[in-house]
């Protein structure tokens, strides 16, 4: 492959850098006792310590903002009392430790449903609805026809909120600073959670499946978008005002209850996910790579207001040997950021929903580089760019379905009028980045290698 998820250990540049490449080396001498280093063992078994341990595993320099300053080396430094393998609900929240700062590494072994009480037994929406919540009798009381362009309020409201934070108790997983969450093996799998980084520094999260982040009791939102919508609460990850987060081969998707299963009200899709990777409130220095993002309606949101100014020079973030399968929006959408996204693979299947891939929004600064498009024929070059508001994005080296591509030259020549023709001109040059390589040879690499269960 081009770009290799990095395995090695990188070169020590920084303090915390060299700090980390140094525990990494104490670890390894520990774990080889009476070896000798200048010894050659070409005779002898290969050392347990000579497996890759992902959980001590440092961002390589160099690979993306989040790799800037001190870079993000999570809880590789954490001592041996801060090292979990978890295997449940309770497990997990113990070893998080209500987002404490400690140098922690988190090992997820097999599955765990964050919809679960202390003793392991799964939840679901009745257990958790309250207060008399009914949604024949919520949908009866805020039909539009009747209850108008209000936003709900009353008994089944309240009792809706109610039934919601008791789910939130549940499923809202905080992860502190100096944390690295990691999935075991190849099979590790989070479901029903909504993992959050909030005002947190250095943050890892690897080979680890994200599954459906399903909200029970979704709201009614009469204005949204003119025909009023149905509001999620919850994104599989949500990272707010957090900073130096590294997410690598990672799987994030809706598997197993698609919203486009679920039914409509009110002439709107009854949404259960929100996003599967919102990045807001003055988050920065962020690096996804190698990570699949799949069968869902909005995937990563990177800014979520127009006027959340104080995002300006925030929100710079590396998107790199990614696939986007089955999304339907957002691979990004971006506000304000300085967004590299490099040798992505998107792919429409035939029959799939789809919107746009990359959204321009207010003051964004985006250079798409090198991603690979694939296509059903109904689907056109134009259309895979949306802008609001947007006024810059730079691009090189793309292919839709197999040919060259300039986004920016065919989106400006179909753009509609709505929108004013966006620019090449974004104001800053990515340098932090591996091999940038051919739009091919990229998509080859991330169908084979993305995703949780493929690192190492
Ligand atoms: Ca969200």
């Known amino acids: 492959m081009t770009a290799p998820s990095p395995l090695t250990t990188p070169r020590p540049r920084t303090g915390r850098r060299a700090a980390a490449a140094l525990v990494l080396l104490v670890g390894c001498l520990a774990l080889q006792p009476g070896a000798e280093a200048a010894t050659p063992a070409a005779t002898q078994a ?91 009798a919520y949908l009866a009381a805020y039909d539009p026809r009747t209850w108008g362009g209000a936003k709900p309020s009353g008994p089944q409201e309240d009792a809706r909120k109610a039934s919601a934070a008791r789910q939130a108790e549940r499923v809202e997983l905080r992860i502190g600073a100096n944390t690295t969450l990691v999935g075991l093996g190849r099979s590790a799998v989070l479901k029903g959670a909504s993992l959050q980084v909030r005002d947190a520094d ?178 056109e070059v134009a259309d895979l760019l949306k802008s609001w508001n947007g006024s810059a994005l730079a691009q090189s080296g793309n292919e839709f379905n197999g040919f060259p591509v300039d986004l920016l030259a065919i989106y400006n020549a179909y753009n509609s009028g709505s929108e004013r023709d966006l620019t090449a001109d974004v104001g800053w040059t990515p340098t932090l980045h591996g091999t940038v390589g051919s739009a091919a040879g990229a998509a080859t690499d991330v169908a084979r290698d993305a995703g949780a269960g493929r690192a190492g």
């Open 46 to 136: 290969v050392p347990a310590a000579a497996v890759p341990d992902l959980g001590r595993e440092i961002l390589a320099a160099d690979d993306g903002w989040a790799a800037e300053g001190a870079g993000t080396t999570g809880g590789s430094a954490a001592d041996d009392a801060h090292v979990f393998t978890v295997r449940n609900r309770a497990q997990l929240v113990a070893a998080l430790d209500g987002g404490s700062s400690v140098p922690k590494i988190i090992r997820i072994a097999g599955t765990i449903d964050a919809n679960t009480d202390d003793q392991g037994r799964a939840l679901d929406c009745d257990d958790y609805a309250t207060d008399g919540y009914d949604l024949p």
């Open 202 to 379: 250095n943050v890892i999260v690897r080979n680890v499946e994200l599954r459906d982040a399903y909200d029970c009791f979704p709201v009614w939102q009469p204005n949204t978008g003119g025909l009023g919508d149905w509001k999620t609460a919850y994104d599989t990850l949500w990272l707010r005002g957090a900073t130096h987060v590294w997410v690598d081969h990672v799987t994030a998707s809706d598997k197993g209850r698609p919203d486009e299963k679920e039914p409509t009200y009110f002439g709107r899709n009854y949404l259960r996910h929100d996003g599967l990777l919102d990045i807001t409130n003055g988050s920065d220095l962020v690096t996804v790579s190698w990570s699949r993002f799949q069968d869902h309606d909005k995937a990563i949101l990177i800014g979520n207001g127009d006027t959340v100014t104080t995002d300006r020079d925030k929100l710079r973030v590396t998107l790199h040997h990614n696939e986007f399968d089955a999304v339907v929006q957002r691979a990004p959408r971006v506000r304000f950021g300085q967004v590299h996204l490099y040798n992505n693979r998107y792919v429409v299947p035939e029959d799939a929903a789809y919107r746009y891939s990359v959204g321009v929004s207010t003051e964004s600064r985006i250079v798409a580089e090198n991603n690979s498009f694939t296509t059903p024929g109904h689907i």
